[in-house]
């Protein structure tokens, strides 16, 4: 969800209220950064939180990581601009993250059991014996994360400069530096638990802003009277994009959020996998109650701008910050905004330690040269990673967009194949799932530079990152029949019992 963040400044919030509740909520991250760093003692602690994380905490937590600042600011603006098809977009969320509990929960809680394992390559290395496998999936994880955290480091400088009027380069290290303070510190327990209260704020804020919304237009059944008067295509099915783009966005989305390593790899800190039968449920609330916000401002506006209320936005990533500082209370305001950086930083610290267990961890494993002391490693991978990251988020505009449209794509190309499906399919081999893991690699890759330099353009409503999903899989599936005389020998006994529960 990277390239639809933040593309557009903030308008200036420095107003005491929202300064203060900023100010509390970064406290609070300080006094959890504190508390999980006296808790982190191993790289078990550091990466996977030592296994030890309770059913709701998890489900908070990869909800906030799920989301976000994209659920608040580019999600609204999105459907601001293309009405309803932008919903095809979170429709899957709040299913398919829910089916990721029966597809791989409870596989990667094992797997992580039986062989220790701590990472997404982990998984695909154990699962096929190959360490190709596990480090060709560790390099794709790194190119996207890179991208990834430096689009939201941008977006958070924009906020923190919103805020506190830093400017936007010091709005970027300030923010890099608040999140390696807990991230390099507490690592991944840090994380977990800051997300709570990050997911928390996230969906108290979205809730209290769905009702301003229906308020400042007199209820959904006016809103939409309102927009069909003057624009009956944004209420219709498929919105302003067509159904060739709404079922994309659905399929890209919905399909891709199963190789998200970022939300994937928490799986392994479940303490106790037999709760898992009230994961998808929790999780379907959490993620529905936080979207809210993204459907009710974005809509709202196009109510407002309808009925003449309000001049049309000059830029889309500006409906949410209108809406607040225009029709709800300052207090409100302070909560979303707080909420927003909140969601940017649960993200980023996912990322952060997925990229840097890619560094520590599995492609040293792939080399065969294992790290011996990996929480030492793992803290200045850590440093390093966001150093990167945020230096590229100063960047011109330009660099940060292109890096960050490879995010989501990526993900699913190189993971889906050879992780989700390859867990619950026998039939899967080494060859197939090294194959669509360069398959996707390589297509996003070249597809998405080409076109970002405008060297073809597809079809309106065809992606690249559908393309290559789908090209990815149709490789996973083709090359392990035609290799699937090696797949009994490719299995060791462990994983096919992991397989098998």
């Known amino acids: 969800m990277a390239p639809f963040l933040l593309q557009a400044s903030l308008p200036p919030l420095t107003q005491p209220a929202i300064v203060g509740i900023a100010l509390v909520y970064f406290v609070v991250v300080a006094a959890i950064a504190t508390w999980a760093t006296r808790r982190t003692k ?20 990869k909800m906030a990581a799920t989301l976000s600042g994209f659920a608040f600011i580019g ?39 039986v062989r220790g394992l701590m990472t997404v390559p982990d998984a695909i290395g154990a699962r096929y014996r190959s360490r190709a496998a596990q480090g060709l999936s560790a390099v794709a994880i790194l190119i996207a994360v890179v991208g990834y955290m430096a689009t939201n480091l941008l977006a958070l400088g924009l906020v923190i400069d919103a805020i506190f009027a830093t400017g936007l380069a010091p709005g970027i290290w300030i923010g890099t530096a608040i999140i390696l303070a807990y991230s390099v510190a507490g690592g991944i327990l840090a994380g977990i638990y800051t997300d709570v209260f990050q997911g928390t704020v996230m969906a108290c804020a979205s809730l209290v802003v769905f009702l301003f919304a229906l308020k400042s237009g007199g209820g959904m059944g006016q809103i939409s009277h309102t927009i069909m008067a003057a624009d009956a295509k ?40 037999r709760q898992l039968k009230w994961y998808p449920l929790l999780m ?46 300052v207090f409100v305001a302070g909560l979303v905004f707080s909420g927003v950086a909140a969601a940017i930083m649960a993200t980023v610290n996912s990322f952060i330690s997925v990229g840097a267990a890619a560094l520590t961890h599995d492609l040293p494993k792939a080399f065969g040269r294992p790290v011996k002391n990996e929480l030492l490693v793992g803290r200045l991978t850590t440093v390093a990673l966001a150093v990167v990251a945020a230096t590229v988020a100063q960047a011109s505009g330009t660099l940060v967009a ?61 992606s690249i990152s559908g393309l290559s999903l789908i090209a990815s899989l149709l490789v996973f599936f083709g090359v392990s029949w035609l290799t699937r005389h090696r797949a009994a020998s490719e299995i060791d006994p462990d994983i096919q019992l992991v397989m098998e529960v």
């Open 42 to 61: 191993n790289a078990s602690d550091f990466f996977v939180a030592g296994a030890g994380v309770g059913l709701f905490t998890l489900a908070i937590a």
């Open 75 to 113: 999600g609204p603006g999105l459907v601001y601009t293309i009405g309803i098809g932008a919903v095809f977009i979170i429709l899957p969320g709040a299913i398919t993250n829910a089916m990721g509990a029966w597809v791989l929960a409870k596989k990667m809680r094992l797997l992580g059991e």
């Open 234 to 273: 944004y209420l219709g099915p498929w919105g302003e994009v067509g159904p060739i783009a709404a079922i994309s966005f659905f399929f890209v989305f919905g399909v891709g959020s199963l190789g998200q390593p970022h939300v994937v790899h928490k799986f392994y800190m479940l303490r106790d996998p």
């Open 284 to 329: 379907t609330i959490a993620l529905a109650v936080t979207q809210l916000l993204y459907v009710g401002v974005g809509v709202a506006m196009k109510g407002l701008v309808s009925a003449g209320t309000i001049a049309p936005l000059g830029k889309a990533d500006q409906a949410t910050p209108q809406f607040l500082l225009h029709f709800t209370p």
């Open 402 to 462: 292109f890096l960050g449209i490879f995010g989501w794509g990526l993900f699913g190309s190189t993971i889906v194949p050879a992780l989700a499906i390859g867990l619950n399919w026998e039939n899967a081999t080494r060859a197939g799932a090294i194959a669509s893991i360069a398959t996707g690699l390589g297509i996003t890759l070249a597809g998405e530079t080409l076109s970002y330099f405008k060297v073809y353009s597809l079809p309106t409503g065809v």
